[in-house]
């Protein structure tokens, strides 16, 4: 007999879905400018403008693959890199000559696990890799300090270790850009999903973010659309949709004549009971507190929505995690006073990036550089066939024996 999930599981999914898409938080419609826990509406920068702006913008994106074999090896590679874009065009990040590829990227050379050894083998690789190493160096303590995980945990599992790696390898490329002589003060450094971390602990993220900040002067937002604050919002951000499209746009004083050219975006900051429904409530609300300490990292989450509004559909939205030390400067003298305008002008600056309806709403180089460094479905066979080719090359083993090294015999079930 078929197998089948019990029908009371769906149900119980269908109901979930449905109690949070229709929640209400009382969050107005109207916006105030001194609440910004209420929509900051503005008028979006016209797209024949969008280029004209000394900013350079950098995306920072990491991937992660692994595949087991029956006869027990393993191979797992991870990979982070950046790429910048300046009036609207990439610019060259790495001392290639390729006319394609101008991001930058890092790759270990150890993928293969047979034994914990070389688990091991992967996680002393990543601290000696050039931008981990500074990134260390900057934060001025022991690995085993910093990170939240001890190393013999962190290598119980491939899995675990890879998504380790990954995101240590990001934060530490947002540290070369930092530090490189190709960014200057007021340009944007973009992560993909939210400056927390389980990984690192918080008085790190948050001395990392001070050097942003104060020293650089760099703003750094982690953008994504994959958040459960959204569904929390569904419902607020519905209303808010409603009211720019029909009662607010046909009013609204648009400097842009051109009716077609006539958009409005909006922002605001999440609420606390959003954040602690979001994630899970008083068990795991640490995850997106307001503070510098007893927490999980250097952001204050915002939902926006900043391409066009036409179409009413929440997809656009976006949840920005932005730099708590940008958000709110003197956050630790204890005044709680958010930074308007910078929010302000940060918002309006990524309005320039977010006009392609193809993305709904995403940054265009966040969309780049996950381009440039993810490792596709086919990575498997690739891997494949190059160990494969080095073998033959080399002639040590029957052609058989090559072959049944690599056969998988669930694909043939």
Known sequence: MEFKIPQEAIDSIAKHINDRNNKQYNIPVVGNDNNIETPQIFEIIPFNEIDNSNLRIFAVDGSKNSHSFYNGVSIGLYRAGYVCFEHGKQIRMNEYDDPIILGKAYSPKNILVTCEEHLNAIYDELLSLSPVEKFIKFLDDSAENIFSYKKDILCQSLTTLLDFCQEILEWSLIYEIACSDKIKPGDLILRDGTLRSLNIKQKYLVKFGKFLSQDKKICLIAITKNSPIKMELAYTLKQIDSYLQDKLKPKYPFKQTDPLQQKLCCWFEVP?????????GNSSGMYAQKTLTGGRGTGLFFASRLDYV??????????ADVNILDAIPAIEQNDPKRDYNKLKTVFYNLT??????YILGYPYPLVEAHNF??????????VINRVKHSMYSTQLMDNIDIENLFLDIHSRF
């Not at 036409?310 to 949840?319: A, P, R, S, T």
């Open 272 to 280: 606390d009971p959003v954040l602690r429904n979001a994630y899970g």
């Open 310 to 319: 036409e179409k009413l559909q929440n997809y656009d939205w976006v949840i």
């Open 352 to 357: 320039r990036l977010t006009q392609e309806h």
């Open 373 to 382: 460094v993810t490792l596709k479905k086919d990575f498997k066979e690739e």
